[in-house]
């Protein structure tokens, strides 16, 4: 089985930084792109961006600048570096990854339970 367990989110003033982790563990035989999405009140979930394997990156365009996304290849971990954070970043966060548990074996989407983080104006 795999799990996702994000980590670091919480209350920030507007302005402030954030970074928030999210580590796989579990029956992992490899995995390949791993991302953030967001959920806030009354809204759909949005991708914020994501990360592949090599490295390569993508992210909403309204968040291109203030949020970096990176990974741990060793450590199955991928984090999300957020500044100049404002009132409308407010939301949960979750952590998703395409996880493969087996050589042969398909990728899965697989997903963390999400961490609130919440921006005071």
């Known amino acids: 089985q795999v799990q996702l367990v994000e980590s670091g989110g919480g209350l920030v003033q507007a302005g402030g930084s954030l970074t928030l982790s999210c580590a796989a563990s579990?029956?992992?035989?490899?995995?390949?792109?791993m991302g953030w999405y967001r959920q806030a009140p009354g809204k759909q979930r949005e991708l914020v961006a994501f990360?592949?394997?090599?490295?390569?990156?993508g992210y909403a365009d309204s968040l291109k600048g203030r949020f970096t996304i990176s990974r741990d290849n060793a450590r199955n971990t991928v984090y999300l570096q957020m500044k100049s954070l404002k009132a409308e970043d407010t939301a949960v966060y979750y952590c998703?990854?395409?996880?493969?548990?087996?050589?042969?074996?398909?990728?899965?989407?697989?997903w963390g339970q999400g961490t609130q983080v919440t921006v005071s104006s």
């Open positions: 998703n990854g395409m996880i493969s548990e087996g050589h042969g074996l398909a990728y899965n989407d697989y």
């Open positions: 579990g029956s992992i035989f490899s995995i390949n792109r």
């Open positions: 990360i592949t394997t090599g490295g390569s990156t």
